[in-house]
């Protein structure tokens, strides 16, 4: 208690001195949280009359990296503060990722800080906080806390949830991980740091933003990517913050989704060039317009686009191909869809009639060759749509494809898959990847999941599996926007390892990074009219399987 009176003394004083100095800009100002930690802080100010509108960012990526960003928001009648997050090259504290930015162990650096903000004469009243990525996600950790300061925000490819973009499915995120902490030179107990919670345990469910939506009370535009790290976070904060939020959240979140990686506003993603995919029919993915509306009151119209605005994908090179097109919608799901298995059968095709017998397939899983990841969401690896085939004749992967289409299928929403299993160790991973195969051969990867079969109950509990019982494995694949095109077949894979995307399971069903040895896995999927393993695709209601 007394640490936390003395930092705002702290926090006076120093609103006090700036108002001493006159209004000029100030570097590596040092703010004092409340538990007395001091975060170093840039602040830009207009060379006219106060008070002004203010921006607010937060970055573990070195606020000297952002001055031009300081200096347009001066030239457009903000003040802007820049801060180094906690622990992060000028400012104090232990150099662990995220961990001041949120609402826990009496470290609110975000709330603070806005605290502070709020308190200068320069400022006057209206705060707003943008930002992508790790700026995103501190900024989505701030909204979580409920300040009353927060008037609105821009998050582009951000998380609440970061345990779901880290171990998606309970499989750490390996090259994700390790590589972003050591590039970016985090203490070298970060990794450590998360690992030690595999599960989705209490650390993880206190650090959850995607839990605390009803404290979230600002409008925010939302901006992410199928093919990016954190796909499915954006829409799941989007869709929490537009209906369940605040008063000054609920009904006023605005989403954008196009077919990108971790980047935005891209044309070619992975091997794929797709049509228009930079220019989305909208106006609000402009942070300085957002703001100019909000935090000014210009009315300038982005209050009255469309809700969401996305992209949905389809056959390139082909002429008159659907799909490939912006779409608006006021709600996600966009449109209204049917839940349309699309079953496996055991002689590698797939279809949409349930299987009328039994059988199974096994594969032999070996984690010291795992399946090589080929594209998907990752962020330090190559990204995006690949072809598929090199590795689609692996002895170590099930492939099931479809007879050509009829006509076109549309996909709009979450996928996920159902698979009946059994397997002869104690823990093994199982992932699921939905493909486009042309007409030509090219198979090009649409959506994909994974879980690692110890949490088939929930992510929260990890009983390990009875060698040669049946699981029933519900796996996520998360959300896309798809037409699949006439004499196109989908294609499903099932396997068990993409590395060094994902930490190769050892299946010896030792805790994580703890295993003293590796176990081959005899893996087997069942397909028959009791277990019919199969796949889940939200099919657009005026579409046809």
């Not at 779409?327 to 349930?354: H, I, M, N, V």
């Amino acid at each position: 208690m007394r640490k936390w009176a003395l930092g705002w003394v702290a926090l006076l004083t120093t609103a006090l001195l700036l108002s001493q100095v006159g209004q000029e800009s100030r570097s590596n100002l040092q703010l004092p949280m409340r538990d007395g930690t001091l975060l170093a802080t840039d602040l830009y100010l207009p060379n006219t009359p106060p008070p002004y509108p203010v921006l607010v960012v937060r970055t573990p990526y070195n606020k000297e990296a952002l001055k031009a960003v300081g200096e347009d928001a001066v030239r457009r009648g903000y003040a802007m503060v820049i801060q180094d997050t906690r622990g992060r090259f000028a400012s104090q504290g232990q150099n662990l990722p995220f961990e001041g930015d949120g609402w826990w162990d009496n470290r609110t650096d975000g709330a603070d800080t806005l605290e502070w903000v709020a308190r200068q004469p320069w400022c006057n009243g209206k705060i707003g906080t943008l930002g992508g990525s790790a700026l995103g996600i501190n900024q989505m950790m701030l909204a979580g806390t409920g300040t009353r300061h927060l008037h609105a925000q821009h998050l582009v490819v951000a998380t609440p949830n970061l345990y779901q973009a880290l171990f998606p499915g309970g499989v750490l995120k390996k090259a994700l991980a390790e590589d972003w902490l050591r590039q970016q030179k985090f203490d070298p107990s970060a990794l450590e740091w998360w690992t030690r919670h595999p599960a989705y345990d209490g650390f993880w469910q206190a650090r959850d933003a995607t839990r605390r939506s009803a404290q979230v009370n600002a409008p925010a535009v939302h901006v992410g990517g199928y093919y990016d790290i954190f796909a499915q976070g954006t829409i799941d904060a989007f869709v929490g913050y537009q209906t369940r939020g605040g008063r000054s959240a609920r009904g006023k979140q605005k989403l954008l989704m196009g077919p990108w990686t971790h980047g935005v506003l891209q044309t070619k993603v992975g091997d794929v060039q797709f049509p228009n995919a930079d220019k989305p029919p909208c106006t609000f993915h402009d942070a300085w317009r957002w703001f100019d509306h909000h935090l000014k009151g210009e009315p300038n119209g982005v209050d009255k686009e469309p809700t969401v605005v996305y992209y949905v994908m389809g056959a390139v090179d082909e002429p008159n191909a659907p799909g490939n097109e912006w779409r608006t919608a006021e709600q996600w799901p966009p449109l209204p869809t049917r839940a349309t298995p699309l079953y496996l059968y055991a002689d590698g095709r797939a279809g949409f009639s349930q299987p009328t017998a039994g059988a199974t397939r096994t594969y032999r899983y070996d984690p010291a060759n795992p399946v090589p990841t080929l594209g998907g969401r990752e962020l330090t690896i190559p990204a995006g749509i690949k072809d598929q085939r090199p590795i689609e004749n692996r002895p170590d992967m099930l492939v099931f494809t479809t007879d050509p289409l009829s006509e076109p299928l549309e996909v709009v929403g979450r996928i996920k898959a159902v698979l009946w299993v059994s397997t002869n160790v104690p823990d093994t991973d199982f992932f699921v990847r939905l493909c486009d195969v042309y007409p030509d051969g090219r198979s090009y990867n649409i959506a994909e999941g994974v879980l690692r079969a110890r949490y088939h109950r929930s992510l929260s509990r990890e009983p390990l599996l009875q060698p040669g019982r049946l699981y029933r494995l519900e796996i996520d694949l998360w959300s896309t926007a798809m037409v699949f095109n006439k004499g196109h077949r989908l294609r499903v894979h099932i396997t068990s390892s993409s590395a060094p995307g994902y930490d190769p399971n050892p299946n010896t069903g030792e805790p994580l990074r703890q295993h003293t040895h590796t176990r081959v896995a005899l893996n087997t999927v069942h397909f028959s009219p009791r277990y019919p393993s199969q796949v889940i695709l939200p099919v657009v209601s005026s579409a046809r399987p």
